[in-house]
Nanobody, 115 residues
Framework: QVQLVESGGGLVQPGGSLRLSCATSISIFSFKSMGWYRQAPGKERELVAMISGGEPINYADSVKGRFTISRDNAKNTMYLQMNSLKREDTAVYYC?????????WGQGTQVTVSS
């Protein structure tokens, strides 16, 4: 069983920055891909960014140029650096990892962008 623990969410003003972390319970090399998703109230969950083999492979158009996904292999941790945050980035952010057999989800962390 894979466990994912997210942290780093909170309240930030528009234009501010936050860094989300997702710590995994097993080696990061076990995963075919890793990603960040978000779900705003009344909306469906959407992909924010994805990384595979250590390289970012996909960003949502709405976050390109503002968000950066990365990972630290030694710490078995994935990150999402979020800059120039906008009110529409407000959502619960989830990390997710995929092995060849299964997909796992974290519990989510709230990000609120408000003045």
């Amino acid at each position: 069983q894979v466990q994912l623990v997210e942290s780093g969410g909170g309240l930030v003003q528009p234009g501010g920055s936050l860094r989300l972390s997702c710590a995994t319970s097993i080696s990061i090399f076990s995963f075919k891909s890793m990603g960040w998703y978000r779900q705003a109230p009344g909306k469906e969950r959407e992909l924010v960014a994805m990384i595979s083999g250590g390289e970012p492979i996909n960003y949502a158009d709405s976050v390109k140029g503002r968000f950066t996904i990365s990972r630290d292999n030694a710490k078995n941790t994935m990150y999402l650096q979020m800059n120039s945050l906008k009110r529409e980035d407000t959502a619960v952010y989830y990390c997710s990892v995929r092995t060849f057999l299964q997909v796992y989800w974290g519990q989510g962390t709230q990000v609120t962008v408000s003045s």
